[in-house]
């Protein structure tokens, strides 16, 4: 094991002047399921950890305005305890089920979700179905907002200066939107993605609005912009959804691992796709009934 030093600051103030001292070997710890396994192998060596876990100013998921804001130290396990998540964007609630077991979701935070940037992140996906924006800090940049679409650069790099802090996720509650979550592993418990898929759908006599966001099929979770405006005041009937499916592989660029291949990838995203479709269109769907 390498050499650490652990900080646990009392206030956000305290915390972003320790980040921004040693900003060249700083790690912020959250949860530290992500942290902790890569300490144990070996990955992270002479760090400084600034454990944020418990900051009061990180915590909370709020409704105001018309929008709803999570602390970054939310927990996976708050996520699904939520009602008001759960009525007003049941794509993160849903989403937040579906990831790893009770054990890990009690630690897992949602900002170390983002910031530890896997391209299957399950967190991602459905924040970016709900066009959210992250809110950061730090001493050097001040208080930053940046769209998540923007957010992730590379697996595990994303915008943040390594001084800066997310205070939380905000998104608009989505009105009349239909949505659709699916998460395709070896098994539901503990799998990472090998396929994620999240949609949301307002639909009429037309398709009027489109969001469709991929994880684990790219370098980072991205929406799929092109597909979105391919659909956007079309009808919706099969021949448009087999022919925006076609679009839809051109937007993603998937690995083969361990999990599995490119190939098998690119069928279960179609198929993924394509059902997620057939489920929008039979759910009565989003807030406008
Ligand atoms: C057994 C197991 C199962 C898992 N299953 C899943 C799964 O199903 N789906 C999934 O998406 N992930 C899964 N993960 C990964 C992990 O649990 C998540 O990525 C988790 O949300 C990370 O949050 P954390 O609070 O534990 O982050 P930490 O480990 O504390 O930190 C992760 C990274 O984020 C940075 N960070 C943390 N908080 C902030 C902040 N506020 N501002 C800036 N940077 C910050 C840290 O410095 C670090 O680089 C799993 C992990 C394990 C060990």
């Given at each position: 094991?390498?050499?650490?030093e652990f900080?646990?600051?009392k206030?956000l103030?305290?915390?972003l002047?320790l980040?921004?001292q ?7 710890a959250?949860g530290?399921?992500n ?20 900051l009061?100013?990180l915590?909370?998921i ?6 709803i804001s999570?602390?970054s130290?939310t927990t ?5 305890e939520?009602d ?6 049941p794509?993160?609630h ?9 054990v ?9 979700n ?8 399950d ?9 959210a924006?992250?809110?950061s800090?730090s ?6 907002e940046i769209?998540?679409?923007?957010f992730?650069l590379?697996?595990g790099?994303t915008?943040l200066?390594p ?11 989505p009105?009349?939107?239909?949505f659709?979550?699916?998460k395709?592993g070896?098994?539901?418990a503990?799998?990472?993605s090998?396929a ?5 759908f307002?639909?009429?006599?037309v398709?009027?609005e ?6 684990a099929?790219a370098p ?7 597909t ?12 448009v959804f ?6 839809l592989?051109?937007?993603?660029n998937p690995?083969?691992?361990i999990?599995?291949?490119?190939e098998?990838?690119?069928e279960?995203?179609k198929?993924?796709?394509l059902r ?5 269109l039979?759910?009565?769907g989003?807030?406008?009934?």
């Amino acid at each position: 094991m390498g050499n650490f030093e652990f900080f646990k600051p009392k206030n956000l103030e305290e915390a972003l002047k320790l980040a921004s001292q040693f900003s060249d070997r700083v790690r912020l710890a959250a949860g530290c399921t992500n942290l902790l396994p890569d300490v144990h192998s070996g990955k992270l060596q002479d760090f400084v950890f600034v454990d944020i876990y418990d900051l009061q100013e990180l915590k909370g998921i709020k409704k105001e305005n018309g929008t709803i804001s999570l602390g970054s130290c939310t927990t996976i396990s708050e996520i699904c305890e939520s009602d008001l998540l759960k009525k007003e964007a049941p794509i993160l609630h849903e989403a937040a089920f579906r990831f790893a077991d009770p054990v890990v979701r009690n630690r897992a935070t949602v900002g170390g979700n983002l910031a530890f940037a896997s391209p299957a992140s399950d967190m991602s996906v459905s924040l970016l179905v709900l066009d959210a924006v992250v809110l950061s800090r730090s001493l050097d940049r001040g208080t930053r907002e940046i769209p998540l679409s923007q957010f992730f650069l590379a697996p595990g790099k994303t915008s943040l200066l390594p001084s800066e802090i997310i205070l939380g996720i905000r998104f608009p509650i989505p009105a009349s939107l239909r949505f659709f979550y699916s998460k395709l592993g070896k098994r539901n418990a503990m799998a990472i993605s090998i396929a994620s898929l999240g949609m949301g759908f307002k639909v009429g006599e037309v398709i009027e609005e489109s969001r469709i966001a991929l994880g684990a099929l790219a370098p980072t979770p991205l929406r799929a912009s092109k597909t979105e405006r391919f659909l956007t005041g079309k009808p919706p009937v099969a021949e448009v959804f087999e022919e925006s499916s076609e679009i839809l592989l051109s937007e993603i660029n998937p690995i083969s691992d361990i999990r599995g291949s490119r190939e098998y990838r690119l069928e279960a995203t179609k198929a993924l796709f394509l059902r997620g479709f057939s489920q929008i269109l039979s759910s009565k769907g989003g807030k406008d009934e």
